[in-house]
């Protein structure tokens, strides 16, 4: 059974470090509510959350240890490998990749694009062609930063940047 926290989208679930309590944090607006938010499958969120608490409030993992993620990937010239199907020679700086990165992110979260359209359009990754879905993947699999971000999201929420030796990146965890 797929694994959904219930949330609408842009939703998301922390944890309190003043109460110890999980709370529901929109990504896009930034508002954050102790109630779960409308359009909230309740059944799904209930069952999420139960696990999510057996999980020592961690997010939820399949039992085969696996997630599933999507990403975009902004390289620059010091990346592993500067060269993409968009550009053979790329040449952006570093600081460049990031703020063109910072302003894709911002313009998923307030809905300007889908995070799958993003991807197919500017992704650096040969991933682009199925909407940056990289499949299901374990521990010790991808680079440490890239993996330690995917594991620390909730199905459906997407990462800050993330930056490895590919580049800078933007991670959204879809199993």
Not at 9 to 18: A, D, E, H, R
Not at 120 to 130: F, L, Q
């Amino acid at each position: 059974m797929p694994i959904n926290t219930g949330l609408p989208p842009n939703w998301t679930i922390k944890v309190s470090k003043t109460h110890d309590k999980e709370y529901f944090f929109n990504q896009a607006t930034k508002e954050s509510s102790w109630d779960a938010p409308y359009g909230t499958d309740t059944d799904e969120l209930n069952e999420y959350l139960r696990k999510f608490k057996e999980n020592g409030k961690r997010p939820v993992i399949n039992k085969d240890g696996q997630i599933r993620v999507s990403h975009i990937l902004t390289k620059h010239k010091q990346s592993r490998n500067p060269k993409s199907w968009r550009n053979p020679d790329i040449s952006i700086t570093r600081e460049e990749a990031i703020n063109i990165t910072r302003d894709n992110l911002s313009k998923v979260l307030k809905g300007e694009t889908s995070f799958n359209e993003l991807a197919e359009s500017v992704s650096d990754c040969s991933s682009h062609s199925r909407s940056g879905d990289l499949g299901f993947f374990g521990k010790k699999q991808m680079q440490p930063p890239f993996e330690n971000a995917a594991f620390n999201l909730h199905v459906g929420e997407i990462s800050d940047l993330v930056e490895t030796d590919s580049g800078i990146h933007i991670i959204q965890r879809t199993g």
